[in-house]
């Protein structure tokens, strides 16, 4: 987890459907200077982080980037 990403996939946001890949981390773009972002976390909790900045990178493992309550433009996981 401490070594840099290899890889890179776009997000297709959805509130059904889980992600086929868990990422290190995540990279956000928004129409904003902020915006929110809602994962479902490895470990089943779901969160809306508020205030994610575009053009930031989070180290959320997540296994569902949520449509609903997401705000951000574009959500590419790291691996």
Known sequence: MNDPAEGAFV???S???PLTKIP???F???SGS???LRVKMVNG???TFAGVVGGGVYPFRVQQVYLT???CI???GLF
């Open 11 to 13: 997000i297709a946001m």
């Open 15 to 17: 509130d059904t459907v």
């Open 24 to 26: 290190r981390a995540l």
């Open 28 to 30: 956000v773009t928004t």
């Open 34 to 36: 902020y915006g929110n």
């Open 45 to 47: 909790d779901v969160v």
């Open 69 to 71: 309550g997401t705000t």
């Open 74 to 76: 574009t959500v590419i």
